[in-house]
């Protein structure tokens, strides 16, 4: 499956001809954050609101906005997504779970709502501290 015609032409993947199969993408991302600004995102003392509520509601909004951000991905009708936070130190991971039955997979969906869900807490956390870094943002796991 190639994204591109004979003549070289941009083409989006023909997935008609596949059965619409449970999908589900495991996708992670990892922000490092100082100890300040950790203690201001675990407290929820951020001057602008609690970044994990925020973050959360940006990944799964992101998730639902992946053909719009990604040129040639699919439009697949999401049954769930869903963000959740651990800490490793001052190393916030961020996991993001996408489930569709479609015919096509859904781990776009899944790294796209990590992958904002991060930016969220960079742009929330910043002003408390300016070497914050997203260091990745990778699948974990993907079925079809």
Request: glycine residues 8%; charged residues 20%.
């Amino acid at each position: 499956m190639r994204h591109f015609g004979p003549g070289g032409d941009l083409l989006m993947v023909d997935v008609s001809h596949k059965e619409s199969t449970v999908r589900t993408a495991r996708a992670q991302a990892r922000v490092r954050l100082g100890a300040e600004a950790a203690k201001a995102l675990r407290d929820a003392t951020l001057a602008k609101g609690d970044a994990l509520v925020a973050a959360q509601l940006a990944g799964i909004l992101a998730a639902k906005q992946t053909p719009a951000l990604i040129p040639l991905a699919h439009a697949i009708p999401l049954g769930a997504v869903n963000v959740e936070f651990s800490w490793d130190g001052d190393v916030l991971g961020i996991e993001a779970v996408a489930r569709t039955t479609s015919q096509t997979g859904v781990e776009m969906e899944a790294m796209v709502a990590a992958a904002v869900a991060a930016l969220t807490i960079y742009d929330m956390t910043k002003g408390i501290e300016k070497g914050i870094t997203i260091e990745s943002v990778r699948l974990l796991e993907k079925t079809k």
